[in-house]
């Protein structure tokens, strides 16, 4: 089993929707994740960053954990065009307090 | 804050040659910074650890010899693709992540806009 998973897509949700965008990870110790936006010929971006000890929300964005499934949610609320690229999830890799997995990605297209 | 600037953002060479790319953290120091590739509709991957002030740790696969890392300073970090082939061109990322951070943010990488290389 990879350390971080991420359903490829593309994930296509029309203008104003709900994006949700999953991944799983292996490591149950994992106590922070991040989520980063990359665009078609771009170097990632954060987008935010949660902690073991709870969700949380900055502007359209909200992260959501669940432990016992082991998995991270993204939810992009009233999706933009701009929105559309692949977002990147990322979790600390086992044994080091350094080192990011990256997931592999999920393509968003938002439709007008 | 925390901006991490690459230089080149492009480079095409003739096939033989060594190409330098430059990784600097422009508003905080740090003394861990990390080379990516990444070839197209494929995720990242993790090249090398490069370490301010020691030798970079380099990804299982990866040469040693062929990627040369070196991380002089807290805010700069270079990578040279010695006798570059045109299976090396790619797209390379470099990220910085911060030497004095909260605890919650010491995990936080920052990344360049990247290189791309065209190797002809």
């Known amino acids: 089993q990879k350390e971080v998973e991420q359903n490829s897509g593309p994930l296509s949700v029309p203008e104003g929707a709900i994006a949700s965008l999953n991944c799983t990870y292996s490591?149950?110790?994992?106590?922070?994740f991040f989520w980063y936006r990359q665009y078609s010929g771009k170097s990632p971006e954060l987008i935010m960053f949660?902690?073991?000890?709870g969700d949380k929300e900055d502007g359209r964005f909200t992260a959501q954990l669940n432990k016992a499934s082991q998995y991270v949610s993204l939810l992009i609320r009233d999706s933009q065009p701009s929105d559309s690229a692949t977002y990147l999830c990322?979790?600390?890799?086992?044994?080091?307090?350094?080192?990011?997995?990256f997931g592999t990605g999920t393509r968003l297209q938002v439709t007008l | 804050g925390a901006v991490v600037s690459q230089h080149p953002s492009w480079v095409i060479c003739k096939s033989g040659t060594s190409v330098k790319i430059e990784c600097r953290s422009l508003?905080?120091?740090?003394?861990?910074m990390f080379w990516y590739r990444q070839f197209p509709k494929q995720s990242l991957m993790l090249m090398a650890t490069?370490?301010?002030?020691?030798?970079?740790?380099?990804e299982q696969g990866v040469e040693k010899d062929k990627f040369l890392i070196n991380h002089a300073s807290l805010t700069l970090s270079t990578l040279t693709v010695t006798s570059a082939h045109p299976e090396d061109s790619s797209f390379y990322i470099c990220?910085?992540?911060?030497?004095?951070?909260?605890?919650?943010?010491?995990?936080?990488?920052?990344f360049g806009a990247g290189t791309r290389l065209s190797v002809l």
């Open positions: 990220s910085a992540r911060e030497s004095v951070a909260v605890w919650l943010a010491k995990n936080i990488q920052y």
């Open positions: 490591d149950r110790g994992s106590q922070s």
């Open positions: 949660i902690y073991s000890n």
């Open positions: 990322a979790v600390p890799a086992w044994g080091t307090a350094s080192k990011l997995t």
């Open positions: 508003d905080f120091q740090a003394t861990t």
């Open positions: 490069s370490n301010e002030g020691s030798k970079a740790t380099y």
